[in-house]
């Protein structure tokens, strides 16, 4: 019987999105990120076989964390103020997470998609296929409550939330909690224009 792990799959993780935050994905290496997490060398390697696995699973990771946060504040797209607290959500999330807010707002094109293996882009497929089920919700019950149309849905859950928090996250800052209150009060006049 083998000895029981010390370092998991989270702390490797979490050790990877600091390093990202910090200095990009060249930063995130197995040795760099094993010494970020305290653990030696090779114990990475039980978790991650190689450096594009562990890209794949920060980004996989970071997106479903945001996306479980985003959906469950949308929930059936009921109203308007489901639609509120969701696009709300990406900066409460944001600030709740600012290490996985630097990683999404990177674009998974930094994580070397190109180099996952078919189970993370299959896995990846899921994640996104959720998200656009949310948002086809979305658009299918919101416009005849709004009177606005299907695109301007997907604007003020997507693009609006986006363009907010990306404004201090390309500048190296977290948004500050006037950001949430910015995204609530242009979505809402959107929505109810």
Not at 4 to 10: G, K, L, R, V, Y
Not at 81 to 110: I, N, Y
Not at 160 to 167: G, N, Q, S, Y
Request: glycine content about 6%; overall charge positive; hydrophobic content about 50%.
């Amino acid at each position: 019987m083998g000895r029981p792990a010390t370092h998991t799959t989270a702390q490797f993780l979490d050790a990877a999105a600091a390093l990202f935050a910090g200095g990009g994905a060249r930063a995130v290496t197995m040795a760099a990120t094993a010494k970020a997490a305290g653990a030696p060398n090779g114990s990475i390697y039980h978790r991650f076989p190689d450096r594009p696995a562990l890209l794949a699973q920060l980004w996989l990771r970071t997106l479903r964390d945001f996306q479980d946060t985003f959906t469950a504040a949308l929930g059936a797209a009921a109203d308007v103020e489901a639609a509120v607290a969701a696009a709300a959500s990406v900066v409460h999330w944001c600030r709740k997470h600012p290490e996985g807010a630097r990683v999404l707002d990177a674009g998974m094109q930094a994580f070397d998609p190109a180099g996952w293996s078919a189970e993370a882009h299959a896995a990846l497929a899921a994640t996104e296929q959720e998200l656009r089920g949310a948002l086809k919700r979305a658009t299918l019950n919101l416009p005849p409550l709004t009177g606005v149309t299907d695109e301007e849905i997907v604007l003020a859950l997507v693009e609006i939330p986006r363009a907010v928090v990306h404004r201090y996250l390309s500048t190296g800052r977290t948004p500050p909690p006037k950001a949430a209150a910015l995204v609530e009060r242009t979505v809402r006049k959107l929505l109810s224009a």
